[in-house]
């Protein structure tokens, strides 16, 4: 498997890679890391192997900016005729790649011994250096890389409290991802919604919720933020987190999501909702419909698709068609990015852009971020699927091992800094385990309560009559 | 002010957004066009199109959008243009909105409304009612009214309670219903059966546009002797248990009559909770009159197979009353 806008379907070769390169760049007037995808170039029509033809300029904006679209950036004029009405959106149509590398490699199904079994074929190369954060101070920047060690350190414990048989159900990795679910949680604003997917318990994290909430959603414990009622990731924070707990079928926050922006928006405000699918559930038909609702509507929603190559044993190319599943936004109008999810100043750089666009009315954005579920679907999954080798390619690629050489690289950190920064993590998760596991067991008769809300709640909407304001 | 079923309709949704800025309108064709009935005819005009939203032909963006809206605190009225859709909705309705106060104290203050229901012609997708659908979902609040005084107190009702409302109306009463409605602040209450008739020897319990129909084969037996009660639930979740024990009891003898198909539809619960509850005082079986399984057939002939009628209803009556 290659990504579609790659040369041909054959492994890449480094001199092919490097000849690739340097055509690239000629046409585009820059290195080929920031040319734009454009639209897929159909298998036939390419070249049979080499390097990619030379095209003239692109429609794109070279700059990739949006164009601005009257005051405020919004994207539809107000009719003073009547308030609240509304000229059509208008479409936009661009794409921004921020990788320093494309990925190139070949996934085929093979006989292998009477059993049907996936060969992986690509140059196990390392990554490049990270990108330079944008809009990231030193301070940020580590607090980032700390961010990403408690979320792997939390996914360690609650493995650990799994194979000690206090976990009830299974758990779910994120391995291999924490760049892109912290990276791109720590771009939201506290005004800002978010709703995460079941391996995101990074962004959990960053939003302030304690990791102990986590290991007590896992151990089924009377204080979790569910108080038992439901496990994982499942929860959330109307209040003052403002997180939306996701169910397990996966698209159905996507127009949720919209209608938070839809809500805020009743309020007079712009917010950005963000939300995460990946390469499974982005089959589903209620993404489609959710995404389409947030494009008409010019809502603020921030789509992240975590591409990570496998839907529990389905490999991308069984989901789909396409390689680069950011060029759907283009069926939508809206604009889309390309990261290197396992970059996680690419990851904050698209998320705080598309942050900014929702913020000033410019509508919803799609980022894929490619990366690689580095277990199973689930602790109970070994994931004998996958090949040997491509999870060989992904391991030079692991988020922390990236940034830890990136910020040593830099001086911002040294061995002896980030070891303490270990051990400080490591205690603090133990802190939490032993806070999580001195809940109880949720009381019986509990479960009987809070089907209905019989005014324990108030819902109402808190800007109504305040004026418009900004996050 | 004398109004049909769906000008009650609309004259809740106006006197709603009049009232609170939180409530607003979501749904296909409910804008300019003002709705595939009519319900929300005008109402662009007064509330503009933020208010009044002509959403994509999606009805689980639909569903989704009111769900995160009313997690800002707003309170969506979605339309759905025949409560057949609401299956292309189902997962979020079941999964979503009703497991959200139970699982993470997330209320869903939102509303589901739209036509249900046949006779007339219709058709298999036009004509259905999808409440058991609902009712069998811990979390929902299923509501369908028979008078117009009803359909305007009951919705007010809905669109101010804190959990999801599924609000059958049923297409059949649309116009064909025109009574006096109260203006400005009547509210019917939700969970609450009414006494659309009283009677002594035998009670019809039964809701949305079958509860005209007992009341004509009421006024027919009532010029034979016998005297019917109609009970009109209203509210089908929750369930009105001590209204129907206590119309069981001055009656002692009960005849179950719904549109919604046989096997699985609300008769058999009822029929359960009754004889759990009131066994003692009943006299005679517990009847049922329902439409048939099948799906809703289009020809005429047909449908009139497929539906309960005056005739079937007033000669199982008579059985009944013969214990």
Redesign the interface.
């Known amino acids: 498997m290659a990504d579609n806008d790659a040369p041909n379907t054959t492994p890449a070769k480094p001199a092919a890679e490097a000849a690739e390169k340097s055509v690239a760049e000629k046409a585009n007037g820059g290195p080929a890391s920031s040319e734009s995808p454009a639209q897929p170039v159909p298998a036939a029509s390419r070249p049979a192997g080499g390097a990619r033809p030379q095209r003239g300029p692109r429609r794109e904006r070279p700059d990739h900016r949006p164009r601005r679209r009257g005051p405020g950036g919004g994207a539809t004029e107000p009719n003073p005729a009547?308030?609240?009405?509304?000229s059509t959106p208008r479409v936009t149509e661009w794409f921004q790649d921020l990788r320093q590398e494309r990925l190139r490699f070949e996934l085929e199904e093979i006989w292998d011994e009477g059993k049907l079994a996936y060969r992986w074929t690509g140059a196990i190369t390392p990554p490049p250096p990270l990108v330079e954060p944008r809009g990231l101070s030193r301070e940020q920047c580590i607090e980032i890389f700390r961010w990403m060690l408690l979320n792997r350190a939390l996914e360690q414990q609650l493995e650990n409290l799994y194979k000690q048989s206090r976990v009830v159900g299974g758990v779910y990795f994120g391995l291999g991802q924490e760049g892109c679910s912290v990276a791109s949680a720590y771009a939201l604003g506290p005004n800002d919604w978010m709703a995460p997917m079941i391996r995101n318990q990074g962004s959990l994290l960053v939003r302030g919720f304690p990791a102990r909430d986590i290991m007590m959603q896992y151990m089924a414990r009377a204080d979790s933020?569910?108080g038992g009622?439901?496990g994982t990731s499942?929860?959330?924070d109307?209040e003052s987190r403002h997180v939306?707990?996701p169910?397990?079928?996966l698209g159905?926050l996507?127009?949720?999501?919209?209608?938070?922006?839809?809500?805020?928006?009743?309020?007079g405000r712009e917010i950005a909702?963000m939300t995460w699918i990946g390469d499974g559930g982005q089959s589903t038909?209620?993404f489609?419909?959710?995404l389409?609702?947030a494009a008409?509507?010019n809502l603020g929603l921030v789509l992240i698709v975590e591409n990570n190559l496998w839907a529990y044993s389905t490999p991308l190319q069984k989901q789909t068609r396409i390689r680069d599943l950011a060029i759907r936004a283009r069926a939508y109008g809206i604009p889309a990015m390309i990261v290197d999810g396992t970059d996680p100043f690419q990851v904050y750089q698209a998320a705080h852009q598309a942050i900014e666009r929702a913020h000033a009315g410019g509508g919803p954005t799609l980022i894929e971020a490619k990366l690689m579920r580095m277990k199973g679907h689930a602790i109970h999954d070994p994931a004998a699927y996958v090949p040997a080798a491509m999870l060989e390619f992904w391991r030079l690629r692991d988020p922390i091992a990236r940034l830890e050489i990136w910020l040593k690289r830099k001086s911002w950190l040294d061995e002896a800094a980030i070891e303490e920064m270990r051990r400080a993590v490591e205690s603090e998760i133990l802190a939490e385990r032993d806070a999580a596991e001195a809940s109880p067991m949720p009381p019986p008769e509990r479960a009987f309560e809070?089907?209905?809300?019989?005014?324990?709640?108030d819902?109402?909407?808190?800007f109504?009559?305040r004026g418009r304001r900004r996050p | 002010m004398q109004l049909t079923y769906v000008e009650a309709i609309r004259l809740a949704l106006e006197e709603e957004m009049r009232r609170d800025p939180a409530v607003f309108l979501l749904g296909e064709d409910i804008g300019v066009y003002g709705g595939a009935f009519k319900a929300t005819a005008g109402l662009i005009d007064e509330f503009g199109p933020v208010r009044v939203m002509d959403t994509p032909l999606a009805e689980s963006a639909l569903v989704g959008a009111a769900i995160g809206a009313a997690y800002t605190g707003m309170r969506p009225v979605a339309e759905f243009q025949f409560m057949d859709f609401i299956a292309c909705a189902y997962n979020q309705i079941v999964n979503f909105a009703a497991k959200s106060h139970y699982r993470w104290q997330a209320p869903v203050p939102i509303v589901l409304r739209g036509p249900a229901g046949g006779g007339v012609h219709g058709g298999p997708f036009h004509s259905q009612n999808p409440e058991m659908h609902f009712v069998h979902t811990p979390g929902l609040k299923v509501v369908e009214p028979a008078t117009a005084v009803d359909a305007k107190g009951l919705l007010k009702s809905a669109i101010r309670d804190n959990n999801p409302v599924i609000f059958l109306e049923h297409k059949f009463l649309y116009r064909r219903v025109k009574e006096e409605v109260p203006e400005g602040e009547h509210l019917a209450p939700l969970g609450k059966a009414r006494v659309a008739r009283p009677g002594r020897d035998l009670s019809v319990i039964t809701y949305g546009a079958m509860v005209p129909l007992a009341l004509e084969v009421a006024d027919r037996l009532a010029g034979e002797g016998l005297e019917l009660e109609v009970l009109d639930l209203r509210t089908l979740l929750p369930l009105d248990v001590e209204g129907m024990l206590a119309s069981a009891r001055r009656t002692s003898k009960v005849l179950i009559l719904h549109e919604d198909t046989r096997t699985g539809g609300l008769a058999g619960e009822i029929t359960a909770l009754l004889q759990e509850h009131a066994y003692e005082d009943l006299d005679g079986p517990i009847l049922r009159l329902t439409a048939a399984d099948t799906p809703v057939p289009f020809s005429p002939p047909l449908e009139e197979a497929f539906l309960p009628s005056a005739a079937r209803l007033a000669e199982m009556v008579k059985q009944l009353a013969r214990y």
């Not at chain 1, 809070?450 to 709640?457: A, I, L, P, T």
């Not at chain 1, 819902?459 to 808190?462: G, L, Q, S, V």
């Open positions: 009547r308030p609240g009405a509304r933020p569910t009622k439901d499942h929860f959330g109307l939306v707990a169910i397990s079928m159905d996507i127009p949720v999501m919209a209608g938070v922006c839809l809500g805020e928006r009743l309020q909702a038909g209620v489609h419909e959710g389409n609702l008409v509507q809070g089907v209905y809300c019989d005014g324990c709640h819902p109402r909407p808190r109504l009559g």
